[in-house]
């Protein structure tokens, strides 16, 4: 069994301040996880990728996200928000076997204010 | 282009008329899947296919059907279609451990 948990539905930034976008899991088997974006009226994109080795993960457009097994984390962070990076943000976990049957959040929706 | 099509992106309907919404992949990948979409709630599986033939039930599968004969493409069954099922759609496809590649969604209204 797999769950996530998106903590705050809504996050909101001044442009140039830090983004933090949290993300918890539950996974009866190692974990991968993996944080979407998804635009006004369009389908998912990857924003980067938990699978094995390096903890600390980089993705596309400047964020990040660190996995922490102790805590069953993976947050989402960016040092200084662009009005660009407003959108909405999906946690995903899945089995170490099959990263399509994936369990997604509940969704951040991030505002970046000007 | 690597992608994943679906069709229609805009669908309204009356209550009861079967539909069917298309997806299809060109990645050559083995595992499809539908979800749907509602505000607050995420992204919830409805089938999910791992390979030509082999289908399952996801999280929400009542009132879908879903078949599989060809690798490429996976099409959304409703065959009496009830306004709970108003919702926006997704399909989307992935080769092993790789990560979801997203079709760009049918928002289906049943009136």
């Given at each position: 069994?797999?769950?996530?948990?998106q903590?705050?539905?809504?996050?909101s930034v001044?442009?140039?301040?830090?983004?933090?976008l949290?993300?918890?899991y539950?996974?009866?088997?190692?974990?991968?996880?993996f944080w979407?974006v998804?635009?006004p009226?369009?389908g998912?994109?990857?924003?980067?990728k938990?699978?094995?080795?390096?903890?600390?993960v980089?993705?596309?457009?400047?964020?990040?996200?660190?996995?922490?097994?102790?805590?069953?984390?993976?947050?989402l962070?960016?040092p200084?928000a662009?009005?660009s990076?407003?959108a909405?943000?999906f946690?995903?976990v899945s089995?170490?076997?099959?990263a399509?049957k994936?369990?997604?959040?509940?969704?951040?929706?991030?505002t970046v204010?000007? | 282009?690597?992608?994943?099509?679906?069709n229609p992106?805009?669908?309204i309907?009356v209550?009861?008329?079967?539909?069917t919404?298309t997806?299809?992949?060109?990645?050559?990948?083995?595992?499809?899947?539908?979800?749907r979409?509602?505000?607050g709630?995420?992204?919830?599986q409805?089938?999910?296919?791992?390979?030509?033939?082999?289908?399952?039930?996801?999280?929400?599968?009542?009132?879908?059907?879903?078949s599989?004969?060809?690798?490429?493409n996976?099409p959304?069954i409703?065959?009496s279609?009830?306004?709970?099922?108003?919702?926006?759609y997704?399909c989307?496809?992935?080769f092993?451990?790789?990560?979801?590649?997203f079709?760009?969604?049918?928002?289906?209204?049943?009136t």
């Open positions: 069994a797999q769950s996530v948990t903590l705050g539905s809504h996050v001044s442009e140039g301040a830090l983004v933090l949290r993300c918890n539950s996974s009866s088997v190692p974990p991968y996880l979407y998804q635009y009226n369009q998912l994109q990857l924003l980067l938990y699978t094995t080795g390096a903890t600390l980089k993705g596309i457009n400047g964020f990040e996200a660190e996995f922490k097994k102790s805590e069953t984390s993976f947050h962070t960016k200084s662009h009005m990076d407003a909405e943000y946690c995903a089995g170490n076997t099959n399509g994936s369990t997604f959040g509940d969704g951040t929706t991030l204010k000007p | 282009e690597a992608q994943v099509t679906q992106r805009y669908l309907t209550t009861g008329k079967k539909l919404v997806c299809s992949q060109n990645m050559n990948h083995e595992y499809m899947s539908w979800y979409q509602d505000p709630l995420g992204l919830r409805i089938y999910y296919s791992m390979n030509v033939e082999v289908t399952d039930k996801g999280d929400v599968p009542e009132g879908y059907k879903v599989r004969k060809e690798k490429r996976f959304l409703l065959e279609p009830s306004p709970n099922q108003t919702s926006l997704f989307a496809s992935s092993g451990v790789s990560p979801l590649h079709g760009n969604g049918t928002r289906l209204t049943v």
